[in-house]
């Protein structure tokens, strides 16, 4: 008869969420229900891609599953999708005080080679006295009061942050629950990784082009960073988070802005990282400072391991001055 103790007290999303909302005596549990609308739109999104039928048209899919699963949980009065021009305002009698932006699957490039993607959100309440409009979400993401995304892959893993740290869960296909299995998730403060798609160097400005070599070929003593970019956003941040280092899309001479969206992919991930210990900026500033002049603009990114970020910005500084 072995000794060891077997765990029964599994921590699945949902009572961790309710956990969480005892420490509100304010909340409504809305955001509770919200959230739980939320695990079954991701459930079911990584079911279909797990699929595989009819590749491309996944982020279709996974779109019509994610808005469905909102609208119909009555909590949501705002919802701003990758996959949809104009912002979707729900109708009268499901509408309820929060708003969602979401990129439904992130990393479509790889869907056909199989490799992890993922659903990215981030949730706003309505400003006082608003009914729901698109100005609910043209605001700063550090007014987000959920930032989380769902990873497929061998296993689907989600990561989450109510604003008091951050917290990762695996899906438990034999229950059909997300259980606690990465709590307090915390960022080192330097890594030994960089990811970003080198592909685009020969467009990079200087500043950019000298922080990357200066990982590369560092000097005597100390040992280069290794490269590493999968090409879908969710999976490059989750190993960020998790091992340590700089993820990057920067700006360059043919993406003024960069190429990812401010509001359903460096809101979020930001929020992660600024809650797991680690920083995010876009070259001038804070990426949660930011204000969004429309709602599927982009934003150059630098996230990851406090330490490594702030190098970057040292020598994108110096760059400034001259
Ligand atoms: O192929 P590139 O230019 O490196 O871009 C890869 C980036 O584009 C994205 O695929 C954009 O996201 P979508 O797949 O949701 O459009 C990110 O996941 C990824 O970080
Ligand atoms: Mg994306
Ligand atoms: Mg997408």
Request: aromatic share 8%.
């Amino acid at each position: 008869m072995s000794d060891e103790k077997v765990t029964t007290d599994i921590i699945t999303l949902s009572r961790h969420v309710l956990d969480e909302q005892r420490k509100h005596k304010e909340a409504s549990g809305e955001l509770t229900l919200l959230l739980n609308a939320v695990q079954l739109g991701v459930g079911l999104a990584g079911a279909s891609n797990v699929q595989g039928e009819e590749q491309k048209k996944l982020d279709v899919i996974s779109n019509e599953i994610f808005i469905n699963a909102l609208r119909s949980s009555g909590r949501v009065a705002v919802m701003v999708s990758e996959e949809d021009e104009q912002a979707i305002i729900v109708e009268d009698g499901l509408r309820g005080r929060y708003c969602v932006v979401f990129d439904p699957l992130d990393g479509s490039s790889n869907i056909d080679a199989g490799v992890n993607v993922g659903t990215i959100f981030g949730i706003y309440r309505t400003r006082p006295g608003s009914n729901g409009t698109v100005e609910d979400v043209l605001r700063p993401g550090k007014e987000m009061v959920v930032a989380g995304y769902c990873m497929y892959g061998s296993s689907a893993n989600m990561v989450l942050s109510l604003g008091n740290g951050v917290n990762g869960y695996t899906l438990d296909n034999a229950i059909g629950e997300f259980i606690l299995t990465h709590p307090n998730i915390r960022i080192p403060s330097r890594g030994k990784i960089y990811s970003v798609n080198e592909g685009n160097a020969m467009y990079w400005d200087e500043a950019c082009t000298e922080y990357f070599n200066s990982l590369k070929f560092p000097p005597p003593g100390k040992n280069p960073y290794s490269a590493r970019y999968i090409g879908s956003m969710v999976a490059d941040v989750h190993r960020t988070l998790l091992y340590g280092g700089i993820f990057a899309y920067p700006a360059d001479k043919k993406s003024k802005n960069g190429k990812l969206r401010l509001l359903y992919e460096c809101f979020p991930m930001a929020y992660l990282v600024e809650q797991a210990g680690g920083k995010a900026v876009n070259g001038s500033g804070r990426i949660l400072d930011i204000v969004p002049d429309q709602i599927h603009a982009r934003a150059p990114i630098f996230l990851g391991s406090n330490d490594d970020v702030e190098d970057w910005e040292k020598i994108n500084e110096k760059f400034a001055k001259k």
